[in-house]
């Protein structure tokens, strides 16, 4: 079992930056591939960006790429989402979620454990 809590969401304006935390309970989370994921009011939940349990594969949304970076500390059992230059179309509700087979995926329907979810919002 793996717990997730996103923490770092806030109000920016536009060309703004922010960072977003989510801390996993668990034991065997550097097993996990995680991934941020983010929904918008009226939108489908979409994929942001994704990280392999060692950190070494990284895969990037194209609405966000150059832009974010993911990292995380398998020692702090954390995932961050570094967001730079924000614009007014990433505000939304960020999602931070963990795979068990680590296979960097797009797709949020295989990723097995899901945090509460952090607000983001961009004004211009």
């Known amino acids: 079992q793996v717990q997730l809590v996103e923490s770092g969401g806030g109000s920016v304006q536009a060309g703004g930056s922010l960072r977003l935390s989510c801390a996993a309970s668990g034991r065997t989370f550097s097993r996990y591939g995680m991934g941020w994921f983010r929904q918008a009011p009226g939108k489908e939940r979409e994929f942001v960006a994704c990280?392999?349990?060692?950190?070494?594969?990284?895969y990037y949304a194209d609405s966000v790429k150059g832009r974010f970076t993911i990292s995380r500390d398998n020692a702090k059992n954390t995932v961050y989402l570094q967001m730079n230059s924000l614009k007014f179309e990433d505000t939304a509700v960020y999602y931070c979620?963990?795979?068990?087979?680590?296979?960097?995926?797009?797709?949020?329907?295989?990723?097995?454990?899901w945090g509460q979810g952090t607000q983001v919002t961009v004004s211009s």
């Open positions: 979620a963990a795979e068990f087979l680590d296979t960097a995926t797009p797709n949020p329907g295989q990723y097995d454990y």
């Open positions: 990280i392999s349990w060692s950190g070494g594969n990284t």
